[in-house]
């Protein structure tokens, strides 16, 4: 488990860097700040440091290069961007990094890839590869063929499914900001930056808002969002200016800069961290208190005598998300009824399931083994 005192020993690092980040507000890449990037990322791989880069940018470098004043609304029209992007921002990473004589790779990555857990295994084996052979790999989402489904969406939770995906001992999000502040400093100038946050409660969610340029996509939010995947799955996050000189090299060197989330302290194991954040979620239960309780100290499976309210279309076989009567999520796990059998069955007993439906194959609607706690 890192935190600040022992950052320095930090070995497997993903540094993400936003849009906001790598152009100026005149929508071009701005040069100097992707140089001294690549000059610094190079540097802890001379360090031997196992570095992997999750870059944004690709659309709006393909929107400066097609002349575009405002982001594309259709999604073709996006994906061209992105398609034309993606070549300029590579051929610049590589000159920029080949500059310290750093072997880079690019990676695209979809939905896709973490939904099949099988490729979600190959996603893991070919990273894995790189870093063994000392490249940087230089991570996007391929914007040019996901379809909208089949996006994750935006890059901080895929720098995060990336960290998890690869066991990083740390996560890097580079933004426009300092970090986490207590309120969007855009729209309230009181707001400080915390240090550290120990626990994302659902008052922690709610201090995150939008993003804070027209060209930023998830803004704190999915920052957030971020590091839950992170903290769950062992990694450290630090969330970060990217425009701050050296941020990357002090965050190393365990000083105070930015917002640091804490890891849990046991890695979840490589399957339940792909049903946790790989898999794709196709419904919501709602749990009573004692249900709650049972889930989260007693170490229980779902039954369901505890379930209020079912939402979504699934089958059996499907991941589905638990949540608190408030609305917290608490779990993830593979349902073993569906949708439609889980209205009939919410809150009765075990031994009544058989007579609801006319038939019973698990007592748990979600077993123990199938089930991850996220709180
Ligand atoms: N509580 C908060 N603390 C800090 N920033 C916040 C908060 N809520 C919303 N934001 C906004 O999130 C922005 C960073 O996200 P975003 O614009 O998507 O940048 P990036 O391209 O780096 O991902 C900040 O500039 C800020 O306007
Ligand atoms: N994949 C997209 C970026 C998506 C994204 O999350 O952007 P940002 O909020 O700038 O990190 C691109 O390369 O343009």
Known sequence: MFTRENLNNAKRIVIKVGTSTLTHSTGKLNLLRIEKLARELSDLANQGKQILLVSSGAVGAGMDRLGLKEKPKTIPEKQAAAAVGQGILLHIYEKMFGEYGQIVAQVLLTRADSVNRKRYTNSRNTLMALLNQGVIPIINENDAVAIDELKIGDNDTLSAMVA???????????????????????????????????????????????????????????????????????????????????????????????????????????????????????????????????????????????????????????????????????????????????IKIKGAHTHEINDILGFKHYDEVVHRDNLVLLV
């Open 164 to 342: 998890s995906i690869i066991d990083a001992d740390l996560l890097i999000i580079l933004s426009d900001i300092e970090g986490v502040y207590t309120a969007n400093p855009q729209t309230d100038p009181s707001a400080t930056l915390l240090s550290e946050i120990t626990d994302i409660t659902p008052a922690v969610e709610e201090l995150a808002g939008g993003p804070g340029t027209a060209r930023g996509t998830g803004g704190m939010y999915t920052k957030i969002q971020a590091a839950k995947i992170a903290v769950n799955s062992g990694v450290t996050m630090v969330i970060a200016s990217g425009g701050r000189e050296g941020a990357v090299r002090e965050i190393v060197q365990g000083k105070n800069v930015g917002t640091i989330f804490i890891s849990k302290e046991n890695r979840l194991q490589i399957r339940k961290r792909w049903l946790a954040f790989g898999a794709s979620v196709s419904g919501k239960v709602c749990v009573d208190k004692g249900c709650e309780q049972a889930l989260l100290k007693d170490g229980s499976s779902l039954l369901a005598a505890g379930i209020t309210a079912v939402d979504g279309d699934f089958e059996l076989g499907n991941t589905i998300s638990i949540v608190s009567g408030s609305g917290r999520e608490l779990a993830r796990g593979i349902s073993n009824y569906s949708a439609d059998d889980l």
